[in-house]
């Protein structure tokens, strides 16, 4: 039980509601790619990449149908391959960390059996579920027996999920063509980017479901729609960035505070918050966004509250689950972060007309 329960002075009793090895690898990685490498980063970023390549689950359990079970193979859960029930947006990351890592070097076996189990999981109407495409006909919510979770009951389609196996099945298609002629891979980008400008709100916000939460869900709104090959010029985009600017705070940070995930709308936070400044910045970057000095202004922020050792202090919970249940991503705080920063150096040293070496 030492591996799931645990107390010490600081924090308390704390129970772990999930491992995250293989999620959390994922985004690790992107992040450090960002980063001008060192021996210390290409050893982190092998290591990481091996991880994942032994997460992966590479065959179909015996008579998973007869369980109805969607087909595993090919996808990777949230903990790792122990676990056995895959996810698509942790598919889709663990996918789009390992091409950050190797690049057109990559296994295309590997990329092609990913893509198949992310295909697997899509709905009719263009987005992605969660472990697997929707079945239910009709919406089941009014059985709902749980006092605390809320849209639980079935399958949906989530701009998270969505935005994430977009953005992977465009990793595949544009490193590995015979993958995407394969899986006509094209057709499921195009319906995931659809359904994503579909439910974009009026005002250029995605609501998010697995973090807090309209910060959160534009973000992968953004960079699903940037996987497409939407322009900076999009209007999509342009109302989305929109938005973010518009909640940036005087100190150059963000922050949504977590009751809005009950009410459905957004509740500014009384205080910046550190991922979800970085979740913003992100954001922007990916999507091309020209007003440097709101951008300058939110990874001043990020600089100035990071600590002595290179990590960022703990603040509210950012994930969430099924709209109630708030969760505390330890990692979050440090990845996220990186990775906001990463990408604006680069974009910092384009600006400067700078090349690396």
């Known amino acids: 039980m030492d591996g799931w329960i645990w107390e010490d002075e600081d924090d308390g009793l704390r129970v772990t509601g999930a491992r995250s090895a293989s999620w959390d690898t994922g985004f690790a990685l992107q992040a450090l790619a960002t980063v001008p490498e060192t021996d210390r980063v290409r050893d982190a970023l092998r290591r990481g990449a091996d991880f994942l390549l032994g997460e992966q689950i590479r065959t179909s359990f015996e008579r998973f149908r007869e369980a109805c079970r969607a087909d595993p193979k090919g996808g990777w859960c949230f903990a790792g391959g122990w676990h056995g029930w895959p996810v698509s947006d942790c598919t889709a990351e663990a996918v789009l960390g390992l091409v950050a890592v190797h690049g057109d070097n990559a296994d295309s076996s590997v990329l092609g059996e990913a893509a198949g189990f992310m295909l697997r999981s899509q709905n009719p109407d263009g987005g992605f579920g969660s472990y697997e495409a929707r079945r239910s006909a009709v919406g089941l919510e009014f059985l709902n027996p749980a006092e605390m979770f809320g849209e639980s009951m079935t399958e949906h389609s989530f701009v998270e999920c969505t935005a994430s196996c977009v953005a992977a099945l465009a990793a595949c298609r544009d490193r ?182």
Request: overall charge positive.
């Open 176 to 357: 590995f063509p015979e993958i995407g002629h394969r899986l006509a891979v094209a057709d499921s980008i195009a319906r995931g980017a659809l359904w994503l400008r579909r439910n974009q709100a009026a005002d250029g916000s995605w609501r998010g479901v697995w973090g807090v939460q309209y910060i959160y869900g534009t973000l992968f709104g953004i960079r699903g729609l940037v996987s497409d090959r939407a322009g900076p010029g999009d209007p999509a985009l342009r109302a989305a960035c929109r938005w973010l600017l518009e909640r940036q705070r005087q100190d150059g940070g963000w922050g949504e505070h977590h009751s809005g995930c009950l009410s459905g709308r957004y509740v500014p936070h009384r205080e910046s918050q550190i991922i979800q400044t970085a979740w913003a910045l992100i954001a922007l970057l990916e999507a091309g966004e020209t007003d440097w000095a709101a951008i300058s202004r939110g990874a001043g922020f990020l600089l100035d509250t990071q600590e002595a050792d290179g990590t960022w202090p703990k603040q509210d919970m950012a994930g969430v689950f099924f709209r109630t249940a708030l969760l505390d991503y330890a990692l979050y705080r440090q990845y996220f972060p990186l990775h906001a920063l990463g990408l604006y150096e680069q974009r910092r040293r384009k600006r400067l007309g700078l090349v690396d070496n």
